[in-house]
């Protein structure tokens, strides 16, 4: 891996602005779960006050009417975008109802399925659209997983170091050929090393015991609100969160060879019927439970801790924008709240992230096999489950290893990116936030989530009582965090935009539902 990242640097360097390197694009999407003063899930709407979900562009919902997701947009570096959040929830913290952003990934207490309110999004026919495929989520995976809150890092390379890429690697094709060959290869390399994002930045170890109601689980007790898991990482990555494969023969794996077998294989799910989802019903009585029947609803249903993204012409399908336009970005989905940082994400992760996008850019990348597939999948599951046990191993290629020795090579691999972005910038920023997480790896204890269990056990508190406090600190951060008079207009303005375009939609001639579906699916 190091003599592979090496060689392409050092020949990078040669054929163009190795600066470049650090003048990619950023984005953040954080999900946030409001929570009541009682301390249960809030019950109110979306504030209309922020503008319309549907249409706002940075401030809308995910499955819940209560789990708000707060958007930016592509920014020229990672401080930029966390300005850009910080903002987003200073603006909208006065604008709650005696109500906190909850400060983890695993939700407050819960009163099971029915006590979840399913997010709406209006009367249009684009609006039903989301809310009934929310409802179909409902159906088949259950309320509850869905009010799992995530961060989601966005980044996409400088378009102009690509030419120097091609020539480097004498691409005979063309140039967007090349730019999908190579976001795949990251998108594969992603997966192959992605078991290292919830072991240096889980922060799910323990969960309400409110969570399980009406199931059953295998975790521990804590204590008699909590379960945990002793050497977990992330719970959220976990077997208990929202997976695909959760029904006896619906796993469904897409192909990661390139661009075109991805979207071709989203697709063919979004097209074939599934007899457990069948059962179900589509429209009954007159009221729709789902999309469709399909083993998928919609491609976005496919859970997967990295995505290859396009920007989408307002409803089109996600495989057939990848397959017109090719990749525009890179979204990775795997990271937990970071509990003990009002945004969810500070800094120094931003900076490791970059690092390892672009390691995974940079180092060799062969197809994913069945075999490597499934090393990929149980790894994960591992190290969110195991990931602080002393002596956990994992499969690489038929080959048992050391986590720890493993990750270490891996991250010593990622040294030279570390030096060529410090050189650019001034400092040895990367090269420290590179040695943070080595010194997670080679002391566990300095994990999140074994730092989130120490804590709870040295205060006497549970996993609620330790999200409460940190959210109500949060809230007292954002709520001291002065905006400008022009941030607050700019911020007015667009949620009065959104609410002004939600109420065009709304106006306009809306065809029968079942057609406006059928037109949806019919896309090619």
Request: glycine share 8%.
């Amino acid at each position: 891996m190091l003599d592979t990242v090496q060689v392409r640097l050092a020949r990078l360097a040669d054929e163009a602005d190795i600066g470049l390197l650090h003048l990619g694009r950023f984005g953040l999407e954080k999900e946030s779960l409001r929570v009541a003063g009682s301390g249960g899930i809030a019950m109110t709407p979306h504030p209309t006050s922020l503008g319309a979900a549907l249409t706002h562009p940075d401030i809308t919902t995910d499955y819940s009417e209560a789990l708000m997701e707060f958007i930016t947009p592509p920014l020229p570096n990672v401080g930029a975008a966390l300005d850009y959040l910080a903002d987003l929830q200073a603006y909208v913290y006065p604008r709650l109802d005696n109500e906190i952003l909850w400060s983890t990934s695993m939700p407050c207490v819960l009163a099971g399925d029915e006590s979840i309110p399913i997010a709406h999004y209006g009367t249009s026919n684009a609006g039903r659209m989301k809310h009934v495929y929310r409802v179909g989520l409902g159906h088949r995976y259950g309320h509850v997983m869905q009010v799992i809150a995530g961060v989601h890092f966005n980044w996409s390379m400088n378009e102009d170091l690509w030419p120097a890429l091609q020539r480097i690697d004498a691409h005979g094709g063309s140039l967007r050929d090349y730019r999908d060959r190579m976001y795949m290869g990251q998108v594969r390399n992603l997966q192959r090393y992605g078991w290292l994002i919830p072991y240096l930045f889980g922060a799910s170890p323990a969960v309400c015991k409110s969570f399980f109601v009406g199931k059953t689980t295998n975790l521990p007790s804590f204590d008699e609100g909590t379960y945990y898991a002793p050497h977990a990482t992330s719970l959220r990555m976990g077997d208990i969160g929202y997976q695909n494969s959760r029904e006896e023969g619906l796993g469904i794996k897409a192909c990661y060879d390139d661009v075109h077998s991805y979207a071709d294989s989203l697709l063919r799910a979004t097209m074939t019927p599934a007899e457990a989802w069948q059962v179900i019903g589509v429209e009954v009585d007159g009221e729709y439970r789902q999309l469709s029947a399909n083993i998928l609803q919609i491609e976005n249903e496919y859970y997967s801790t990295v995505r290859p993204k396009q920007v989408l012409q307002w409803l089109e399908k996600p495989s057939l924008a990848l397959k017109k336009r090719g990749i525009r970005y890179i979204e990775l989905r795997s990271l937990d709240v970071n509990a003990y940082h009002p945004l969810g994400l500070d800094e120094t992760q931003g900076r490791f992230l970059e690092v390892f996008l672009l390691f995974c850019m940079l180092a060799d990348s062969p197809s994913i096999d069945a075999c490597e597939r499934h090393e990929i999948d149980r790894n994960l599951l591992d190290v969110a489950h195991r990931g602080r046990e002393p002596r956990l191993t994992l499969e690489h290629r038929g080959v048992r290893l050391p986590m720890r020795a493993w990750a270490v090579e891996i991250l010593e691999s990622m040294l030279p990116i570390c030096e060529v972005l410090d050189s650019v910038e001034g400092g040895a920023w990367f090269e420290d936030a590179l040695d943070d997480q080595m010194a997670k790896v080679r002391a566990p204890d300095r994990t999140p989530s074994a730092r989130m269990l120490a804590e709870m056990r040295d205060r006497g508190e549970g996993f609620y009582h330790f999200a409460r406090r940190l959210s109500q600190q949060h809230h007292r951060y954002f709520i001291e965090r002065q905006l400008s008079a022009g941030r607050v207009a700019e911020l007015d303005a667009r949620g009065t935009a959104s609410l002004a375009e939600q109420q065009r939609l709304e106006a306009e001639p809306q065809q029968p539902f079942g057609e406006f579906l059928a037109d949806y699916f019919a896309q090619q």
